[in-house]
């Protein structure tokens, strides 16, 4: 008798204990949100109350990523991941370094001549933050049930190409996974190919804005994702996403997301099923609340909230080409292909409109 009251007591004890570990597990959830930022990347991921930012568009954009990134409870990242150092993934990060308290950057290694540049570099000295270059094989140690992989670049750099050298990222949480691809290219693709790393992600990040330089069919046949995020501005003038792209991710049987036409984009997930989340916000210049519309798909059918965010932009100076109609910011892409002998330069937006010029698809000036 004792013996047979014992034995219910222990399965009492152990049911109670699957219980507990059951809503623990079930109450932390991997948050990933695809920031609605223009010609641009930026990511931030959640995890039980940790933060990391993947990129931040252009400098201009800086701003709002510290508005979305505020607005999500975020004070402090514990990583901060730089993919390459053009412009449209690094211009933000000024921002950022100078207004969070950052543990670690990791960066791709490699060298830019952009004077934004040189002023990440110095943020992060000036704040001591320790500083790692990537290199295939590496895992980050974020937190025992988040694995996070560094799949490229190798440790021998593709010559001469900022874009195929970034850093690419597969985040697992339970049996959901993402792959982040910065601007890597159909070379890099290749190399991850022949690389013998697992490869399938229910979650895509698209390569270069959707770019007909990345996705190719073979590479997009391995990873076979369920939902393909394309971080694109709205009218860009390289004509991303190209349709090359667009039909290829298609045939996979992947449903695409954008931001230039859905916002940002909010993936949750317990590590079972995940929630795909979109919200198209009125950016304003007054930091009012932004006009926002939202929807949400499940896989399988789940419910979520959308984010809303407030942001402001930044006036003049202005540059534009005495051999276009379009004016940006300095720091866009775009103005720095200007030849001297062409630059004209605008005190404000409604100076250069009353000039004849129009606000560039890429960075978009008020």
């Known amino acids: 008798m004792k013996n047979s009251n014992l034995k219910r007591l222990l399965q009492v004890a152990f049911l109670a204990f699957l219980l507990v570990a059951v809503s623990v597990s079930a109450s932390e959830n991997l948050t990933v949100h695809f920031l609605d930022v223009g010609q641009g990347d930026s990511e931030l991921l959640q995890f039980a109350g940790k933060n990391i930012l993947i990129d931040a568009s252009t400098q201009d954009m800086g701003r709002r990523v510290e508005s979305y990134l505020r607005s999500h409870g975020v004070t402090n990242l514990a990583l901060l991941?730089?993919?390459?150092?053009?412009?449209?993934?690094?211009?933000?990060?000024?921002?950022?370094?100078?207004?969070?308290?950052?543990?670690?950057?990791?960066?791709?290694?490699?060298?830019?001549?952009?004077?934004?540049?040189?002023?990440?570099?110095s943020l992060i000295d000036q704040k001591g933050i320790p500083f790692a270059v990537a290199e295939r094989g590496q895992t980050i140690d974020?937190?025992?049930?988040?694995?996070?992989?560094?799949?490229?670049?190798?440790?021998?750099?593709?010559?001469?190409?900022?874009?195929q050298n970034s850093i690419v990222l597969r985040v697992v949480y339970g049996k959901i996974s993402f792959l982040f691809m910065g601007d890597a290219g159909i070379v890099?693709?290749?190399?991850?190919?022949?690389?013998?790393y697992d490869l399938?992600?229910?979650?895509?990040?698209?390569?270069?804005?959707?770019?007909?330089?990345?996705?190719?069919?073979?590479?997009?046949?391995?990873?076979?994702?369920?939902s393909s995020i394309i971080e694109v501005g709205a009218g860009n003038d390289y004509g991303h996403p190209t349709q090359k792209t667009l039909s290829a991710l298609q045939n996979t049987g992947t449903k695409v997301y954008r931001t230039d036409t859905n916002g940002n984009i909010v993936i949750t997930?317990?590590?079972?099923t995940y929630t795909v989340t979109t919200g198209k916000q009125s950016w304003t210049t007054t930091?009012?609340?932004?006009?926002?519309?939202?929807?949400a798909v499940a896989w399988p059918a789940t419910t979520a909230a959308a984010s809303t965010d407030t942001s402001t932009v930044s006036q003049g100076p202005f540059v534009g080409s005495s051999k276009s109609d379009k004016y940006h910011y300095p720091s866009c892409s775009a103005a720095k292909r200007i030849k001297p002998s062409n630059l004209?330069?605008?005190?404000?937006?409604?100076?250069?409109?009353?000039?004849?010029y129009v606000s560039c698809g890429i960075c978009h000036p008020p």
């Open 200 to 226: 399938k992600s229910d979650v895509l990040k698209v390569g270069h804005h959707g770019s007909s330089s990345a996705s190719s069919p073979a590479f997009l046949s391995r990873v076979m994702p369920t």
């Open 142 to 163: 974020l937190d025992p049930s988040l694995k996070i992989e560094v799949l490229s670049p190798p440790a021998t750099l593709f010559a001469g190409d900022l874009n």
């Open 287 to 295: 930091g009012t609340a932004p006009k926002s519309t939202a929807s």
């Open 188 to 196: 890099a693709e290749d190399s991850l190919l022949s690389s013998g």
């Open 269 to 272: 997930t317990d590590g079972q």
């Open 344 to 356: 004209v330069t605008f005190t404000s937006s409604a100076d250069a409109r009353a000039r004849g």
């Open 81 to 121: 991941v730089a993919t390459h150092p053009h412009e449209d993934h690094i211009g933000g990060l000024l921002t950022v370094l100078n207004d969070f308290t950052v543990g670690q950057v990791l960066d791709s290694g490699q060298t830019h001549t952009a004077p934004s540049f040189d002023t990440y570099l």
